[in-house]
């Protein structure tokens, strides 16, 4: 198991970029999976972006594909969430996510992790 605290968030205007940072305790991330997830209230939760376990394998949402980039340093137990080109539709409060699972990252784009941050929360102003 691993703790994970997000960072990063803030109040930006549309346009600006914006990086979330994810920092994790009790385990290095070396064998592990990440995940951003993001929720508005009201609104079901929404899988972000997803890296794999080995790295080589991301999911992003269609709605931040080209605009996010997700990253992990295993050295730094720590993994980031590079958000650019920010809407207003991208103000929610952001979750970091670890799981030691070495399943695809497409499955935990459903949710199925083990270990959830606090979040951090994202305003975009128009």
């Known amino acids: 198991q691993v703790r994970l605290v997000e960072s990063g968030g803030g109040l930006v205007q549309a346009g600006d970029s914006l990086k979330l940072s994810c920092a994790a305790s009790g385990s290095t991330l070396r064998n592990y999976a990440v995940a951003w997830f993001r929720q508005v209230a009201g609104k079901e939760r929404e899988c972000v972006a997803v890296i794999n376990w080995i790295g080589g394998s991301t999911y992003y949402a269609d709605s931040v594909k080209g605009r996010f980039t997700i990253s992990k340093d295993e050295a730094k137990s720590t993994n980031d969430l590079q958000m650019s080109d920010l809407k207003p539709d991208d103000t929610a409060i952001y979750y970091c996510?670890?799981?030691?699972?070495?399943?695809?990252?497409?499955?935990?784009?459903?949710?199925?992790?083990?270990?959830w941050g606090q979040g951090t929360k994202v305003t975009v102003s128009s």
């Open positions: 996510a670890a799981d030691c699972r070495k399943i695809s990252a497409t499955y935990y784009s459903h949710g199925d992790l083990e270990d």
